[in-house]
Protein backbone atom coordinates (compact mmCIF):
# COMPACT_ATOMS: atom_id res chain seq x y z
CA UNK A 1 0.00 0.00 0.00
CA UNK A 2 1.41 3.56 -0.97
CA UNK A 3 0.63 6.43 1.25
CA UNK A 4 -0.03 9.95 -0.05
CA UNK A 5 2.87 11.90 -1.86
CA UNK A 6 5.85 13.52 0.32
CA UNK A 7 7.32 16.47 -0.73
CA UNK A 8 10.00 18.36 1.17
CA UNK A 9 13.27 20.56 0.87
CA UNK A 10 16.52 18.64 2.68
CA UNK A 11 16.02 20.84 5.96
CA UNK A 12 12.76 19.01 6.74
CA UNK A 13 14.40 15.92 6.45
CA UNK A 14 15.16 13.37 9.45
CA UNK A 15 18.40 11.47 9.04
CA UNK A 16 17.08 8.39 8.90
CA UNK A 17 14.14 9.62 6.12
CA UNK A 18 17.04 11.13 4.12
CA UNK A 19 19.20 7.62 4.35
CA UNK A 20 16.04 5.99 2.98
CA UNK A 21 15.78 7.58 0.24
CA UNK A 22 19.42 7.69 -0.70
CA UNK A 23 19.36 3.71 -0.55
CA UNK A 24 16.41 3.75 -2.64
CA UNK A 25 18.49 5.80 -5.39
CA UNK A 26 21.87 3.22 -4.81
CA UNK A 27 19.43 0.14 -5.37
CA UNK A 28 18.02 0.94 -7.97
CA UNK A 29 21.12 3.35 -9.88
CA UNK A 30 24.09 1.54 -8.41
CA UNK A 31 23.15 -1.76 -7.87
CA UNK A 32 20.65 -2.49 -10.19
CA UNK A 33 21.88 -0.45 -13.03
CA UNK A 34 25.48 -0.95 -12.34
CA UNK A 35 25.99 2.90 -12.67
CA UNK A 36 29.17 3.35 -10.20
CA UNK A 37 28.83 6.62 -9.92
CA UNK A 38 29.30 9.86 -7.31
CA UNK A 39 25.15 9.34 -6.33
CA UNK A 40 26.51 12.27 -3.39
CA UNK A 41 26.97 15.48 -5.65
CA UNK A 42 26.40 17.99 -3.51
CA UNK A 43 22.82 19.18 -4.81
CA UNK A 44 20.75 17.42 -2.58
CA UNK A 45 21.10 20.21 0.47
CA UNK A 46 20.38 22.82 -2.25
CA UNK A 47 18.10 25.26 -0.48
CA UNK A 48 15.59 25.26 -3.53
CA UNK A 49 16.56 21.25 -4.10
CA UNK A 50 12.81 19.57 -3.40
CA UNK A 51 12.45 15.79 -2.44
CA UNK A 52 9.43 14.27 -3.61
CA UNK A 53 8.44 10.63 -2.42
CA UNK A 54 5.59 7.97 -1.97
CA UNK A 55 6.59 5.29 0.83
CA UNK A 56 5.58 1.82 0.56
CA UNK A 57 4.97 -0.04 3.91
CA UNK A 58 8.41 -0.67 4.84
CA UNK A 59 9.51 2.61 3.52
CA UNK A 60 10.27 5.06 -0.10
CA UNK A 61 9.18 2.88 -2.84
CA UNK A 62 9.19 5.77 -5.54
CA UNK A 63 11.32 8.91 -5.49
CA UNK A 64 12.27 12.33 -7.94
CA UNK A 65 14.12 14.92 -7.07
CA UNK A 66 13.54 18.33 -8.57
CA UNK A 67 16.66 20.93 -8.78
CA UNK A 68 16.69 24.64 -9.29
CA UNK A 69 18.74 25.66 -12.20
CA UNK A 70 20.52 29.13 -13.20
CA UNK A 71 18.42 29.89 -15.78
CA UNK A 72 14.96 29.33 -13.61
CA UNK A 73 13.96 25.83 -14.68
CA UNK A 74 13.79 22.90 -12.79
CA UNK A 75 15.17 19.86 -13.38
CA UNK A 76 13.32 16.69 -12.51
CA UNK A 77 15.87 13.85 -11.95
CA UNK A 78 17.35 10.72 -9.96
CA UNK A 79 13.27 9.43 -11.11
CA UNK A 80 13.54 5.95 -9.50
CA UNK A 81 11.19 2.83 -8.19
CA UNK A 82 12.10 -0.12 -6.77
CA UNK A 83 12.06 -3.07 -8.85
CA UNK A 84 9.07 -4.73 -6.80
CA UNK A 85 6.58 -1.36 -7.02
CA UNK A 86 7.12 -0.91 -10.83
CA UNK A 87 4.30 -0.92 -13.24
CA UNK A 88 1.97 0.73 -10.42
CA UNK A 89 2.30 4.27 -11.73
CA UNK A 90 3.93 5.37 -9.23
CA UNK A 91 6.43 7.28 -11.06
CA UNK A 92 3.59 9.15 -13.48
CA UNK A 93 1.92 9.69 -9.87
CA UNK A 94 5.30 11.83 -8.79
CA UNK A 95 5.21 13.45 -11.91
CA UNK A 96 2.22 14.84 -12.09
CA UNK A 97 2.10 16.31 -8.60
CA UNK A 98 5.59 17.70 -9.96
CA UNK A 99 3.63 19.09 -12.94
CA UNK A 100 0.61 20.57 -10.65
CA UNK A 101 3.25 22.88 -8.34
CA UNK A 102 6.14 23.83 -10.08
CA UNK A 103 5.91 26.63 -11.77
CA UNK A 104 8.17 27.19 -15.23
CA UNK A 105 9.52 24.98 -17.52
CA UNK A 106 10.41 21.62 -16.44
CA UNK A 107 13.82 20.08 -17.65
CA UNK A 108 15.31 16.67 -17.54
CA UNK A 109 17.46 13.92 -18.92
CA UNK A 110 15.51 10.74 -19.73
CA UNK A 111 17.08 6.92 -20.56
CA UNK A 112 16.00 6.70 -24.29
CA UNK A 113 13.94 3.78 -23.78
CA UNK A 114 11.72 6.00 -21.71
CA UNK A 115 11.24 8.82 -24.23
CA UNK A 116 7.78 7.94 -25.37
CA UNK A 117 6.83 7.54 -21.99
CA UNK A 118 8.24 11.34 -21.44
CA UNK A 119 6.69 12.01 -24.22
CA UNK A 120 2.65 10.84 -22.98
CA UNK A 121 3.20 13.37 -20.22
CA UNK A 122 4.20 16.47 -22.29
CA UNK A 123 7.87 16.18 -22.71
CA UNK A 124 9.89 17.06 -26.12
CA UNK A 125 13.26 16.00 -27.06
CA UNK A 126 15.44 18.97 -26.60
CA UNK A 127 18.70 17.70 -27.82
CA UNK A 128 20.66 14.72 -29.16
CA UNK A 129 21.26 11.54 -27.62
CA UNK A 130 24.41 11.55 -24.84
CA UNK A 131 25.70 8.50 -22.68
CA UNK A 132 25.89 9.19 -19.02
CA UNK A 133 27.10 6.03 -17.18
CA UNK A 134 27.35 3.76 -20.28
CA UNK A 135 23.45 4.39 -20.19
CA UNK A 136 21.93 6.28 -23.49
CA UNK A 137 19.99 9.46 -22.40
CA UNK A 138 17.92 12.34 -24.75
CA UNK A 139 17.45 16.24 -23.09
CA UNK A 140 14.13 16.63 -22.68
CA UNK A 141 11.69 19.87 -21.49
CA UNK A 142 8.07 20.51 -20.64
CA UNK A 143 6.77 23.96 -20.79
CA UNK A 144 4.24 25.32 -17.97
CA UNK A 145 0.47 24.71 -19.52
CA UNK A 146 -1.25 27.70 -20.59
CA UNK A 147 -4.16 28.76 -18.75
Do not use: K
Amino acid sequence: MVTSIHDHPFRDLDPTTFHDLLRLRIDVFVVEQECAYAELDGRDTEPGTRHIWLDGTSGPVAYLRVLVEPDGSHRIGRVATLAGARGNGLAGVLLDHVHATTPGPLVLDAQTHLVPWYASLGYQRSGGEFLEDGIAHVPMAREPAVD
